[in-house]
């Protein structure tokens, strides 16, 4: 080792040899070929080779977290609960003082042309907008201005076992976001980021947040929700959860399941881990995984240990909402 550093004489790259090891480095990459194309109004313009969809390093948005997303499924030709979403992504910008860097018609029409230059029939959308590049430090006013990214890539489903048998939750160690920052979809997603470490390192699907006072939270990208056994479903109150789009629709489509006496009516009331462990059904919503029943807690069987009857109705009946 001692060798290799007193031999060590870094190269200075100029433009050709940077981009001919750029490209170098991601066909090594085996998740380059999910990512389709991408749009930054840092550059106006779309670009579809993994290697050139790049953002400054000295954007606020890389080094300091401070910018805010969303993720939508386009699915039947269109985004599916675009107009949620992009509310969403406004009031979340709102809340950090972000100037919007494009207009929403120009916005929504940038989705559709992306999407185009993408060749996918579904795909997921990832956009971001940042505070932009031009220091390194705090300082949001030392930028040049703030931008707008946009990614197109593959849409991948929950696999085919997860749909029968469920998945499995643990209650998540890390601590949970203070209620401003709960209700915001910011980059600074480092508590996020852990609890699905921890979920991973303990062999589980998903984690739950759980406040001081034990009232139950979320996942790190997903809703959980719950059918209490007086067949109601149960959301947690909006105090300390983000307000999921796909979360919010289900209970929207629920209405048909409560004409039909499936369902006894919505609550938003939070909930316990007591709560959870009595419920007939437990869900885990969410753009990219639509419903799942959660049929384990750390081990122990919830809701009889399979997938319960109105949670798979529940998914038919979002499946059914994407196609209209």
């Given at each position: 080792m001692k060798d290799v550093v007193e031999n060590l004489r870094m190269e200075i790259l100029n433009q050709d040899q940077w981009l001919e090891k750029l490209k170098s480095k991601n066909s090594t990459r085996t998740e380059k070929s999910k990512y389709?194309?991408?749009?930054?109004?840092?550059?106006?313009?779309?670009?579809?080779?993994p290697h050139m969809m790049m953002i400054p390093v000295d954007d606020h948005q890389v080094h300091r977290g401070d910018a805010v997303?969303?993720?939508?499924?386009w699915i039947h030709g269109k985004a599916y609960l675009q107009k949620e979403h992009l509310d969403r992504l406004e009031r979340s910008q709102k809340s950090l003082y972000l100037e919007n860097p494009l207009p929403r018609k120009q916005l929504e029409e940038i989705l559709k042309q992306t999407v185009t230059a993408s060749k996918l029939e579904s795909a997921l959308l990832r956009l971001f907008v940042g505070r932009?590049?031009?220091?390194?430090?705090?300082?949001?006013?030392?930028?040049l201005g703030s931008q707008f990214h946009l990614v197109v890539t593959d849409l991948t489903p929950p696999s085919k076992e997860k749909r029968e048998k469920g998945v499995s939750l643990m209650v998540s160690k890390i601590p949970v976001k203070e209620p401003f920052w709960s209700k915001i979809k910011s980059c600074n997603y480092l508590s996020n980021v852990m609890m699905k470490k921890e979920a991973l390192d303990e062999g589980y699907?998903?984690?739950?947040?759980?406040?001081?006072?034990?009232?139950?939270?979320?996942?790190?990208?997903?809703?959980?929700?719950?059918?209490?056994?007086?067949?109601?479903?149960?959301?947690?109150?909006?105090?300390?959860?983000?307000?999921?789009?796909?979360?919010?629709?289900?209970?929207?489509?629920?209405?048909?399941?409560?004409?039909e006496g499936k369902l006894a009516g919505t609550k938003v009331r939070n909930f316990t881990l007591k709560d959870l462990?009595?419920?007939?059904?437990?869900?885990?919503?969410?753009?990219?995984?639509?419903?799942?029943?959660?049929?384990?807690?750390?081990?122990?069987?919830?809701?009889?240990?399979?997938?319960?009857?109105?949670?798979?109705?529940?998914?038919?009946?979002?499946?059914?909402d994407q196609k209209k």
């Open positions: 389709k194309a991408m749009y930054s109004t840092w550059w106006d313009g779309i670009v579809t080779e997303f969303e993720a939508m499924k932009g590049p031009g220091s390194f430090t705090t300082n949001p006013y030392d930028t699907d998903f984690s739950v947040g759980v406040t001081p006072e034990g009232k139950l939270t979320e996942g790190s990208t997903e809703s959980l929700i719950l059918i209490d056994q007086d067949g109601f479903l149960r959301r947690p109150e909006p105090d300390q959860i983000l307000a999921g789009t796909t979360m919010l629709r289900i209970f929207e489509l629920s209405e048909t399941l409560i004409s462990k009595s419920a007939k059904e437990v869900l885990m919503v969410g753009t990219t995984i639509d419903v799942l029943s959660v049929t384990s807690l750390e081990g122990s069987s919830l809701g009889g240990g399979t997938p319960g009857p109105v949670s798979e109705e529940l998914n038919d009946l979002l499946i059914q």
